[in-house]
C-alpha cells in the first residue's frame, strides 16, 4: 500500500495509468460496443471523410472504419509493444546478470557483444530483420524483442556488478552458497527495482519500434494492422489533407508510449532506481 | 551510513601503494590502449554479426540487380563474379581482406564505390544530426539544470511532461505535424530537404534545413533534458555543492563553476550511447524530409538488396558510433581528473 | 514549371526533367552490361546515340519512327534470310559520316563479347545474325542464320543495334590511337569491349569523358554528377530530323518519391510524376499549371503459379484452379477505385493499352470476368468442397487433380513488392474477396529485389521452391519490346518463365510468333494466354503518372517506357 | 526562555528556540534549541544519530533544503553587530557564508570538488568575499594550504582533490573554511571518516587554530574522547532537543541527564595506558593455542587491479583457538579485511597455508569448500548492506540452512529461527519483517543470527560494530559476549576500536601495512605495547575522561617528538 501511495504520489504517473487503463478498455470493449467490418474490405465506401455515412473517422483506401481500425490495430500495437518489452526485458536481465556476476573473460565477452549490438542502429537491424522473416505479430514481438534487449542487459549488469559487492552477496558465498543460487536468490531480485522501471519503458520504446518498422513498410499481412501501419499509410495523404487517416494512430501512439513513461518514472519513485536509458 | 571508518571506492588504487607496488605509470595511456583494443573488438563482432545478417537475406541481390528480365546464365555470371558461390567464410574473409584496404566493393545499383557513395552521403547526415545535437545542447543542459533547481515545482513539472511527450512522439510523426503546421498550414516553411550534393549547397538552403533539423532536434532536447535534470539533481546533492555555498559563493555562480562540469560528464558519457540512436532517426527523418544522406542511401540500398551498400552504411555506422563513445568516453575523462591521475 | 522564378527567355530554352526515384542514370556507353538497362539509362541513351531502327509508342501506337534512327531503307529478301540496310546520310557530331562500318562494329563488339552483353539470349541477337556485309558506306546486309519473322526482327532485334563511331571507339586504352580493324578479331573486339565498359562504370569520369564527345544523337552530355544528376545538351552538329527542342535538358534525381513531389508543388519541376494516390487530388496539380496524364506501359501484369511447388504446384497445374481464381480478381474495381484509375484491367499475354493488332479478341472481352460464383462452382465441379473453416478443401486429392495430396486446402501465398500503397490495397482487397468465396490467402512482403531474389526457377524437392505466387508489378510485371512476344515468359525454359510453366502448345503458338510470315500468330498466340493462364492476370499499373506542365510540347508518352526528350519543346 | 538576555559581549554564534520542520514529516526534526558558542571557544555538540545535530548546523549557516522551514533565531556576529540568519535573503546568506561563519564537513572525500584544483576552491572563497586579484587570491591559497599544514603546498595547490589522502583534504576544508577569518566555523563530523592517527591530528590543528585566531568552534561529534579533548563546553542533543549542557569536565564526569550517562557507560574503556617504550614487556613468543579452528602460515594474498596482482597482505601467521577470541586490529589499509576475507576462503592465497577446520584450504575446491564453510560464520561491518533487502528477516536468517541443509522441514527451520532471534533478544515476529524495519542494532543483531543458525566452530566479524552509535555498540558486543559463552565458537574479530578489543578479546593481532607486526595477549599488548605503532595507535585514542586524555595528548605529542 505505501509503495502504491509513493506510486501515486506522482500525479502524472497516476495519469499515465489511467490513460493506459482507457486505452486497453478502448483496444479491447471498444470493438465490442462498437463492432465495425475489419477483415472484409469495402471499396466501394472507401476514403470516405468523418461523420460520412456513421463513419465518426472516415474510412480509409480500402473502405475499413477507421475508428473501428484504430481499436483493432491497438490490439496488435500493444500486444506486440508489451510482449517484446517483456521479451527483451527478460533476455536483458538474464544477459546482464551473469555477465555481471561472473565477470571477467566471460563479462568481457558478454559485453563487447553487447557494445556491438548497440552500435548497429536498431532501426537497421530491424529492417535486415523483417526482410528476413515475414513479419507476423510474433515475429514482430521476436524481432523487436532480440533488437531491443541490449540496454536492459547493460543496467542490469552494471546493477549486478554493484550488487554483487553488497555484503549480503559477500556473506551468501561466505556461507557456501553456489553461484547459482546467488544469481537466482540475490542478485536477479535486487535489480528488480531497475528491471521493471526499465521494463515499461521498454515497453514505451517497442510500442513505439513497432511504429517504426510499419513505417519503414514492413507491415503485418492484411487485415491486421497497427498504428504505426495507419500512420504511415495516411503519411502518403497528407497533401490532401486527410488528418483522419494521420491524427488518431499518430495521437494514440503517444498518448500510449506518454503513459508508460508517466508509469515508468512513478515506479521509478516506488523502486528509487535512478536515471533511465533512452 | 557514513561513518565508516572504512575504505571508501575511489580510494582503493590509491592505497594500492601499501604493500609496496606502484600504481602504472600512465593510467590514462593503459586506459586509452585498452578503449581502443575493446572498440576493435566490437567493431570485429560488428563485422561478424551484419555479415551474418546478410547471409540470411533470402535469394541474394544477383535478381535484384540485374532486374527481372535477366536469364539464368547472367545470374550464375554475376555470382560468380562477386564470388556469391564461394563458401561463406571464404567470402567473410574476402570481404575483411578488403575492408582493411578500406575498399567497401562497389554499388550495384548506383554503379560507384561504396566508399564514394558513403564519402558524398556521410557529410550530410553528420551536419544534420551535428545540427540537431548541437541545437538539442543548447536547449536541454540550462534547461536541464534549471529543471534540477526548481525540481518538482510547476515549471519543473511542466517541461518535464512537455519531454516525456516529445520523446513519446515517433519522428515521422512529429515530422508530418511539422510539415501539416508549417509548411502546409501557414507556408512559411518548405517541407523538402535542401537537395544540394555538397554539404556548403546544403547549407545555403537553411530555410529548407529547418524542419529536419527541427525534426531531429526536439525528441534530443527531450532525452538530453531528462538527462541533464537527473545528472543535476545528482550534482545537486554532492557535498562539494554545499562545500561551495558555504564558502558564500552566489547560487548562479555554483551553477556554473561547480555544477556544470560535474553533471556534464554522465551525460558526455550518455552521448556516445545516443550516437546510434541519432543514426536511427537520420534514416527516418531522411526519409521523411528526402533529405539525400547515409539514411536514405541505407534505406534504398535496404530495398534493392544492394548488398555491398548495406554493408558499408552498417560498418561506417557502427564504426561511428564505436568512435563516437570512445570519444565520449575521453572527453569524459579529461573533464574529469580523477581519471587521467598519472598523465603528467 | 515555366513560372519556377527565372526570366521567360532562359526558361524557354531549359527543361527540368524528374527521374524515377532512387534510379539515378549510371550508364551511358551504348553497350550495356547486365543489369545496366533501365529505361532511363536507354532513354538518355538513345538521345546520344541513336538506334539502327527505332520503335516507339509516342505515336499512339507502336511503331518504327524513322525520323529517329540511322537507318533510311530496311527490305529483308523474299526467304527471310537477310536483310539489307541502307542508312540515312548523317554525320557524327564530329563531322566524320555515320557509315556501315559503324554498324558493323557495334555487330563484331557484341558478336565477341555476347556473354557479358545485358540484352544477350541465346538464339537471338547477335547469334541470328551469321554474317555482316557492308558493300558501301551506306548499306549494310546482314545475313541470318535462318528465316524469322519480319516484324520481330524488326521491332525486338534490330532495335537493339546502335551504330558506334569506329573511328573514334576503336580504342583500348585512354587517348589511344583508334584502330577500325583491331574489332574484326575476336581478342581485339574483346580488348575494345573491356575498355569501353570500364569507362562506362567509371561515373565520375563522365563528364569531360573523349567518349562522348562522338554522338549521333541530337543531345550530347554536357554534365554527369555522382549522385546522377545529368543535363542534355542540343548536339550542334545534328542532321537529322528529331532534333532537340531546347538547347538545355536537365534530368533529375531524387531519393524518394515524396522528394519529387515536394519538387513538383515547388514548381521546380517542368516534367515529373506523381503517385497514384495522388490522382484524387489531382485538381491541385492543374492548379500549379501541370497537366495530370497517366503514361501507360506497353506491359502486361500478372503473378506467376509457381507449378513446381511440392503442395500447391499439382494445384496450379489444374485449369479450373486457376479459371476459379481468376475470376475471383475484380479487375475493374480495383483499377478504379485502388489505384484511382492509374491501372488497367489486363486479360492476356499481350499489353492492352494502346490497343493493338496482336490483341485476339478473346483477351480484349475478358474470358473470366469477375464472378465469385462462377469460380465455386468451378471448384465444386472439380472435387473441391466447402471446408469448416471455410475454406475449400480437396478431401480426396485424386478427384481434384494429378499430385494432389489427400485434405489439400485451397490457401494461396501471395509474395508482394513492399513499397506501395496502392499494391498493398491491391492484395487486402483481393484477400478478404478471395477468403469470401473460400479461397485461403496469405501475404507475405519484401522489397522488389528480394521477391526478385527469392523465386528461382526451381524443381520440386529443391528447397527455394516453396514460393508460390510472387508479385514484382507495382510498376507492370513485364515490360515488352515493340514486338510483345512471350518466349522470355511462357515458353518451356523460357528464362523469365519462373514458375516453370510447361505447355506443348504455347510452345508452338510463341515459336509460331517468332517464324516468318504468319500475321495471325501474335492473336493466336493472345487468345491462348488469355484462356488458358499461365499466371494470373492482373490489372496492369500506368508506368507513372506524369504531371506535365501545360506549357510544353512535344510531351506524348511512349508506352514502351522510353522518354523521347529531344522532342520537349516550350510551346507558344 | 528565560529573560536573562544578558550575553557576553564575545558571543559569536546564538541560536535560540530553533525549529525545524521537514514538508511532509510531522514530527520537527529540531525541536527548541539553544545553543551559543563565543569566541575562542570550542562547544561541542553530541547526540545519537538523528538528533538533529546537523539539522541545527546547516540551519545555522542557512544551508538547509528548500524542504526544510525554521523558525526562532540564529544570530552570528558580524564585526560589531549581529546578522539574523532565519529568514534572511540570499544575498545576505551569500555575503555572511565564509566571511562571518564557515563550516567543516564530514566527509573529506566528497566535500571538495573533484574537477576543480585545490588552490581554485581555495582561492573563490578568497574572492567571494574580498576584492583580491586572481594572482593574490591563489596565493593566498597557498599560503593557507601552508597553515594547516600541507607540505608543498605551491604544487599541491596545482593537484585535484583525489591526488591526496583523506586527512589531507580535510585540512583542505578547513583551509576554505578558513579563507576570511570567520568569526566562527561550524565543523560536523569532522574527524568521523578518519582513521585514530589522523583524527589525532586534525584534532591537534583545530585546536591549534581556534586557540591563536580567537575564532569560535561548534564542533559536532557523536565520539566523547573528542569533546574530552577538545571542548569547553558540550550540548547533549536528544530527539530535537538539547538534554543537557555544561562545561566539558563537568558533563562529561558528572552527567546529571540519564541519557548522558548511558552514553558514557555504553564507552568501551581502554586499559590504563603504558606508553614508554621502555616499560614495554619482553618479547613474549606468539603462544600457539593447540586446537585451532582456523590457523595461517606464511600467508599472502592479493588483488587484481586492472588486470594486475597488487599485494595486500605478506607473512600472515595467525590462529584461532577452539573458542578463542582473538582481534585484529591496525590502521585504515592494513590488510584487516583482506585476512578476514582469507579466512572465509573469499580470497585465494598466493603463498602460504591456510588450515581451516583441520583442513587445508587449498585442497578444496567447489563444492568440498563449500562445504567446510558450514561450520564458519560471518559477520559483516554494515548491518543494512549485509541483509538482503528483498528477503525477509526469517529467510535471511534460514539461508545457511537452505545452503547447508536443504533438507530440515520448514518447522524445523521455523523453530531454529525463533531459537536464534531469541538468543540476540528480537521479537519472535521479526521473521517476516524486512531489514529497512529494523534499526542499525537491530540488523547487526539478525546478521549475527544468521552467522551462528549452523553453530558454527568459527566465527569471523569484521567490524561488526563500527557502523553503530556507541550505546548500541554496547548492546550487540553484549549480544555477541553472551553467544560465545554459550556456544562456545573461535572467533576473529576484526576491529580499529582498541577500547572493544580490549573489552572482548583474550588475544590481539595488530598489523600494519599488510604485516602482522605484534600479537599476544590483549592485556599484555595493550597495557604494554612493544612496537612504537601499537603505542602510537593507542596514543591516538581519545579517551572520553578529561583528565586521562591530557595524558594520552602529552604521551603522543612526547611519541611524535622522538
Ligand atoms: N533533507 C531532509 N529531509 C527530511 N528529513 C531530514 C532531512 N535531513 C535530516 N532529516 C531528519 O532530521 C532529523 C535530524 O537529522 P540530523 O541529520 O540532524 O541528525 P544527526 O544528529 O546529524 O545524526 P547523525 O549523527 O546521524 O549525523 C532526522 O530525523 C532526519 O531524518
Ligand atoms: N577489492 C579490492 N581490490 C583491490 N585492492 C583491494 C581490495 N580490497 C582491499 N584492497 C587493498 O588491500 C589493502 C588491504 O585492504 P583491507 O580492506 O584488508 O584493509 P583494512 O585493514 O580492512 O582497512 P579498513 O580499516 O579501512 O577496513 C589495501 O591497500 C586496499 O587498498
Ligand atoms: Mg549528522
Ligand atoms: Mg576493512
Known amino acids: 500500500m505505501n509503495a502504491f501511495r509513493r506510486f501515486a504520489a506522482n500525479r502524472l504517473a497516476l495519469v499515465g495509468l489511467v490513460v493506459l487503463a482507457v486505452a486497453v478498455l478502448f483496444v479491447l470493449i471498444g470493438p465490442l460496443l462498437y463492432p465495425t467490418e475489419q477483415v472484409r474490405t469495402a471499396l466501394e465506401s472507401a476514403n470516405l471523410a468523418p461523420g460520412v455515412e456513421g463513419h465518426p473517422l472516415g474510412t480509409d483506401a480500402l473502405g475499413y472504419d477507421v475508428l473501428g481500425r484504430l481499436m483493432i490495430a491497438g490490439r496488435t500495437s500493444l500486444l506486440v509493444g508489451i510482449l517484446a518489452g517483456i521479451l527483451a526485458t527478460v533476455i536483458g536481465t538474464m544477459w546482464g546478470a551473469i555477465a555481471g556476476y561472473v565477470g571477467g573473460v566471460v563479462d568481457a565477452v558478454m559485453m563487447r557483444i553487447v557494445d556491438a549490438g548497440i552500435a548497429i542502429p536498431a532501426i537497421f537491424l530491424l529492417l535486415v530483420l523483417s526482410s528476413i522473416v515475414q513479419p507476423s505479430e510474433w515475429v514482430m514481438i521476436l524481432v523487436i524483442g532480440l533488437v531491443s534487449w541490449l540496454v536492459p542487459a547493460r543496467l542490469v549488469r552494471a546493477e549486478a556488478l554493484s550488487v554483487k559487492t553488497r555484503d549480503y552477496v559477500v556473506a551468501a558465498r561466505a556461507m557456501g ?29 517497442a510500442i513505439l519500434l513497432v511504429a517504426y518498422v510499419s513505417f519503414l513498410g514492413m507491415g503485418l499481412q492484411p487485415p491486421a494492422t497497427d498504428w504505426g501501419a495507419m500512420l504511415s499509410n495516411g503519411l502518403s495523404l497528407i497533401y490532401q489533407n486527410a488528418w483522419w487517416l494521420i491524427l488518431p494512430p499518430g495521437l494514440a501512439i503517444v498518448l500510449v508510449v506518454c503513459a508508460l513513461n508517466f508509469i515508468g518514472d512513478g515506479l521509478r519513485d516506488v523502486f528509487d532506481v535512478k536515471g533511465k536509458t533512452a | 551510513m557514513s561513518r565508516t571508518p572504512d575504505a571508501v571506492p575511489a580510494t582503493v588504487a590509491a592505497r594500492a601503494t601499501v604493500a609496496g607496488t606502484r600504481p602504472r605509470r600512465h593510467p590514462f595511456l593503459f586506459f586509452l590502449l585498452r578503449r581502443i583494443g575493446q572498440s576493435i573488438i566490437v567493431i570485429f563482432v560488428v563485422t561478424v554479426i551484419v555479415f551474418a545478417l546478410l547471409q540470411m537475406l533470402p535469394g541474394g541481390p544477383a535478381r535484384g540487380v540485374l532486374g527481372v528480365q535477366a536469364t539464368v546464365e547472367q545470374i550464375a555470371q554475376f555470382n560468380h563474379e562477386q564470388g556469391y558461390d564461394r563458401p561463406v567464410w571464404e567470402q567473410y574473409l574476402m570481404f575483411l581482406g578488403r575492408l582493411v584496404t578500406g575498399d567497401l566493393g562497389q554499388s550495384y545499383l548506383l554503379n560507384m564505390p561504396v566508399s564514394d557513395a558513403i564519402a558524398q552521403r556521410l557529410p550530410k547526415t553528420l551536419l544534420l544530426t551535428g545540427l540537431s545535437l548541437v541545437i538539442a545542447l543548447l536547449i536541454a543542459i540550462p534547461v536541464g539544470i534549471f529543471q534540477a533547481v526548481r525540481r518538482n515545482r510547476g515549471a519543473d513539472y511542466t517541461l518535464s511532461t512537455l519531454a516525456i511527450i516529445a520523446y513519446s512522439t515517433p519522428s515521422f510523426f512529429l515530422g508530418m505535424l511539422l510539415i501539416m503546421l508549417f509548411s502546409q498550414g501557414l507556408g512559411i516553411l518548405p517541407a523538402n530537404a535542401p537537395q544540394g550534393e555538397s554539404v556548403l549547397a546544403v547549407l545555403a538552403e537553411p530555410q529548407r534545413l529547418a524542419l529536419p533539423v527541427l525534426t531531429g532536434a526536439i525528441p534530443l532536447v527531450a532525452n538530453f533534458s531528462r538527462y541533464m535534470r537527473s545528472s543535476a539533481l545528482d550534482s545537486l546533492s554532492e557535498d562539494y555543492i554545499r562545500t561551495a555555498r558555504s564558502k558564500g559563493t552566489p547560487f548562479r555562480r555554483v551553477l556554473s563553476r561547480h555544477l556544470l562540469r560535474n553533471s556534464l560528464t554522465p551525460v558526455v558519457a550518455m552521448l556516445g550511447y545516443q550516437l546510434p540512436v541519432m543514426f536511427g532517426g537520420a534514416l527516418v527523418i531522411e526519409q521523411l524530409f528526402n533529405y539525400p544522406g547515409m539514411g536514405l542511401l541505407f534505406w ?16 561506417v555506422i557502427s564504426i561511428a558510433t564505436v568512435a563516437g563513445s570512445l570519444l565520449a568516453d575521453i572527453i569524459q575523462a579529461v573533464l574529469d581528473p580523477r581519471t587521467r591521475g598519472g598523465l603528467s | 514549371s515555366s513560372d519556377s522564378g527565372s526570366s521567360p527567355d532562359e526558361t524557354n530554352d531549359e527543361i527540368n526533367y524528374a527521374l524515377p526515384a532512387n534510379a539515378t542514370p549510371n550508364w551511358l556507353v551504348p553497350l550495356a552490361t547486365a543489369g545496366k538497362m533501365t529505361t532511363h539509362n536507354s532513354s538518355l541513351i538513345r538521345a546520344m546515340y541513336e538506334p539502327l531502327v527505332a520503335y516507339d509508342g509516342s505515336m499512339g501506337t507502336v511503331d518504327r519512327v524513322p525520323s529517329a534512327d540511322l537507318a533510311d531503307e530496311i527490305t529483308f529478301s523474299d526467304d527471310d534470310t537477310t536483310a539489307t540496310i541502307t542508312l540515312d546520310e548523317r554525320t557524327w557530331s564530329d563531322g566524320e559520316p555515320i557509315t556501315s562500318a559503324d554498324v558493323a562494329f557495334w555487330i563484331d563488339l557484341v ?9 544477350y539470349r541465346e538464339g537471338s541477337m547477335p547469334d541470328l545474325i551469321d554474317s555482316v556485309e557492308t558493300p ?11 528465316a524469322y519473322n519480319e516484324e520481330w526482327m524488326l521491332a525486338s532485334q534490330l532495335t537493339l543495334i546502335v551504330p558506334i563511331p569506329v573511328h573514334a571507339w576503336s580504342i583500348t586504352e585512354d587517348g589511344g590511337e583508334p584502330d577500325p580493324e583491331l574489332a574484326k578479331t575476336p581478342e581485339g573486339a574483346a580488348q575494345i569491349w573491356e575498355y569501353l565498359v570500364s569507362e562506362g562504370e567509371d561515373l565520375s569520369s563522365y563528364e569531360g569523358n573523349p567518349l562522348f564527345d562522338t554522338v549521333s544523337g541530337p543531345l550530347s552530355l554536357s554534365a554527369f554528377s555522382d549522385s546522377g544528376s545529368v543535363t542534355l545538351v542540343a548536339n550542334e552538329a545534328y542532321d537529322g530530323d528529331d532534333a532537340a527542342g531546347v538547347s538545355t535538358i536537365n534530368f533529375l534525381p531524387y531519393t524518394s518519391t515524396d522528394a519529387e513531389v515536394a519538387a513538383v508543388r515547388a514548381g521546380e519541376v517542368d516534367y515529373g510524376y506523381i503517385p497514384t494516390s495522388e490522382l484524387s487530388g489531382a485538381e491541385q496539380y492543374e492548379s500549379l499549371g501541370y497537366d495530370v496524364v497517366n503514361w501507360d506501359g506497353w506491359a502486361i501484369t500478372y503473378l506467376p503459379y509457381n507449378f513446381h511447388n511440392p503442395e500447391m504446384g499439382p494445384v496450379y497445374s489444374q485449369l479450373s484452379v486457376r479459371q476459379a481464381l481468376q475470376h475471383l480478381v475484380d479487375q475493374d474495381t480495383i483499377s478504379d477505385v485502388v489505384w484511382n484509375g492509374a491501372a488497367k484491367p489486363g486479360y492476356g499475354p499481350v499489353p492492352q493499352n494502346p490497343d493493338n493488332k496482336f490483341l485476339a479478341d478473346e483477351q480484349r472481352e475478358n474470358p473470366y470476368p469477375f464472378d465469385p460464383e462462377a469460380a465455386k462452382s468451378l471448384l465444386e465441379e472439380n472435387g473441391w468442397s466447402l471446408g469448416s473453416d471455410g475454406i475449400y478443401v480437396c478431401e480426396t486429392g485424386a478427384e481434384c487433380g494429378e499430385g494432389i495430396a489427400d485434405g489439400q486446402k485451397l490457401s494461396i501465398t501471395i509474395l508482394s513488392q513492399s513499397g506501395n500503397t496502392e499494391t498493398d490495397n491491391m492484395f487486402a482487397s483481393m484477400k478478404s474477396t478471395f477468403e469470401e468465396a473460400g479461397v485461403g490467402v496469405t501475404i507475405e512482403q519484401a522489397p522488389l529485389n528480394t521477391v526478385l531474389g527469392s523465386i528461382p526457377q526451381c524443381e520440386p524437392e529443391s528447397p527455394e521452391c516453396g514460393w508460390e505466387l510472387p508479385f514484382f508489378g507495382t510498376a507492370g510485371s513485364w515490360y515488352f519490346p515493340a514486338y510483345p512476344t512471350g518466349e522470355q515468359l511462357f515458353s518451356t525454359g523460357g528464362g523469365s518463365n519462373f514458375g516453370s510453366y510447361d505447355d506443348a502448345e504455347m510452345n508452338e503458338r510463341i515459336a509460331k510468333t517468332l517464324e516468318a510470315g504468319d500475321e495471325t500468330a501474335m492473336q493466336e498466340y493472345s487468345a491462348y494466354g488469355a484462356t488458358e493462364l499461365p499466371v494470373m492476370w492482373l490489372p496492369n499499373p500506368v508506368y507513372q503518372v506524369s504531371v506535365i506542365d501545360s506549357g510544353l510540347t512535344g510531351v506524348e508518352q511512349d508506352s514502351l517506357g522510353n522518354f523521347h526528350p529531344q522532342r520537349w519543346a516550350w510551346g507558344e | 526562555m528565560s529573560d536573562e538576555r544578558t550575553a557576553a559581549p564575545s558571543t559569536v554564534l546564538r541560536i535560540e528556540g530553533l525549529h525545524v520542520r521537514f514538508a511532509g514529516r510531522d514530527e520537527e526534526a529540531v525541536r527548541g534549541v539553544d545553543l551559543d558558542v563565543r569566541a575562542g571557544e570550542v562547544v561541542a555538540v553530541v547526540g545519537e544519530s538523528g538528533s538533529g545535530k546537523s539539522v541545527t548546523s546547516f540551519a545555522a549557516m542557512g544551508l538547509l533544503p528548500r524542504t526544510a522551514t525554521a523558525t526562532g533565531s540564529i544570530r552570528v556576529a558580524d564585526g560589531a553587530g549581529e546578522t539574523e540568519i532565519v529568514g534572511a535573503s540570499a544575498e545576505t546568506l551569500d555575503d555572511m557564508r565564509g566571511r562571518v561563519a564557515s563550516m567543516v564537513f564530514q566527509e573529506p572525500m566528497t566535500a571538495l570538488n573533484p574537477t576543480m584544483t585545490l588552490g581554485a576552491q581555495i582561492a573563490e572563497a578568497v574572492r567571494n568575499h574580498t576584492s583580491a586579484t586572481k594572482a593574490e587570491a591563489s596565493d593566498r591559497a597557498v599560503e593557507l594550504m601552508g597553515l594547516v599544514g600541507i607540505p608543498d603546498a605551491e604544487r599541491r595547490a596545482a593537484q585535484f582533490p583525489h591526488e591526496l589522502s583523506g586527512g589531507q583534504r580535510q585540512r583542505i576544508v578547513i583551509a576554505i573554511a578558513l579563507a576570511c577569518d570567520p568569526t566562527v566555523i561550524i565543523a560536523d563530523e569532522p574527524t568521523t571518516a578518519l582513521d585514530v592517527t589522523v583524527q589525532a591530528e586534525i584534532l591537534d590543528l583545530l585546536r591549534r587554530l581556534v586557540r591563536e585566531r580567537g575564532t569560535g568552534l561548534m564542533i559536532i561529534t557523536h565520539n566523547m574522547g573528542v569533546v574530552a579533548d577538545l571542548a569547553d563546553r558540550v550540548f547533549v542533543m536528544r530527539r530535537g532537543r538539547v538534554v543537557e549542557s555544561g562545561a566539558a569536565t563537568t558533563v562529561l ?16 574503556e581502554l586499559p590504563p595506558a603504558a606508553f614508554g617504550g621502555e616499560q614495554a614487556a619482553a618479547a613474549a613468543e606468539p603462544e600457539v593455542p593447540e586446537d585451532a579452528v582456523i590457523s595461517m602460515r606464511g600467508v599472502a594474498a592479493g588483488y587484481r587491479v586492472n588486470g594486475r596482482h597488487v599485494p595486500a597482505v605478506d607473512g600472515i601467521d595467525l590462529t584461532v583457538g577452539r573458542g578463542e577470541f582473538v582481534g585484529l586490529v591496525g590502521e585504515s589499509g592494513s590488510g584487516k579485511s583482506t585476512v578476514s576475507r582469507l579466512a572465509l576462503a573469499l580470497l585465494p592465497t598466493s603463498a602460504g597455508e591456510i588450515t581451516l577446520l583441520d583442513r587445508p584450504l587449498s585442497s578444496l575446491k567447489g563444492r568440498r569448500a563449500r562445504r567446510l564453510l558450514a561450520q564458519v560464520g560471518v559477520v559483516f561491518q554494515d548491518p543494512g548492506g549485509s541483509l538482503d533487502p528483498r528477503m525477509t528477516v526469517g529467510e535471511s536468517i534460514a539461508e545457511p540452512l537452505a545452503i547447508h541443509a536443504r533438507r530440515t522441514s520448514r518447522a524445523d527451520r521455523r523453530a531454529r529461527v525463533a531459537e536464534l532471534l531469541d538468543a540476540v533478544r528480537l521479537p519472535e515476529d521479526s521473521a517476516s519483517r524486512y531489514p529497512h524495519e529494523f534499526s542499525g542494532g537491530q540488523r547487526q543483531r539478525i546478521g549475527l543470527a544468521r552467522a551462528l543458525v549452523l553453530k558454527p566452530r568459527l566465527l569471523v566479524a569484521d567490524e561488526p560494530t563500527s557502523a553503530l552509535d556507541v550505546s548500541v555498540q554496547a548492546e550487540v558486543l553484549d549480544v555477541l559476549r553472551d553467544l560465545h ?4 565458537f573461535g572467533c576473529l574479530f576484526v576491529s580499529h576500536d582498541l577500547g572493544v578489543v580490549n573489552q572482548l578479546t583474550e588475544r590481539v593481532v595488530v598489523m600494519r601495512r599488510g604485516r602482522i607486526i605484534e600479537q599476544g595477549r590483549t592485556a599484555d599488548v595493550l597495557r604494554a605495547p612493544r612496537e612504537r605503532y601499537t603505542q602510537e595507535l593507542l596514543a591516538s585514542v581519545p579517551s572520553p575522561d578529561p583528565v586521562q586524555q591530557r595524558e594520552r595528548r602529552q604521551a603522543r605529542a612526547g611519541l611524535l617528538e622522538n
Open chain 3, 111 to 119: 558478336k565477341a563479347n555476347k556473354d557479358v552483353w545485358g540484352s
Open chain 2, 300 to 315: 534504398s540500398a535496404a530495398q534493392s538488396s544492394d548488398f555491398p551498400v548495406l554493408l558499408g552504411c552498417v560498418l
Open chain 1, 177 to 205: 552458497g553456489s553461484h547459482s543460487r546467488i544469481v537466482v536468490r540475490h542478485i536477479v531480485p535486487n535489480t528488480v527495482g531497475t528491471v521493471v522501471v526499465n521494463a515499461t519503458f521498454q515497453v514505451a520504446d
Open chain 4, 485 to 488: 559463552a554459550e556456544l562456545g
Open chain 4, 253 to 268: 564526569t558528572a552527567p546529571q541527564h540519564e541519557y548522558t550517562r548511558t552514553l558514557l557507560a555504553a564507552i568501551p
Open chain 3, 136 to 146: 558501301d558506306e551506306k548499306t549494310v546486309v546482314l545475313n541470318f542464320d535462318d
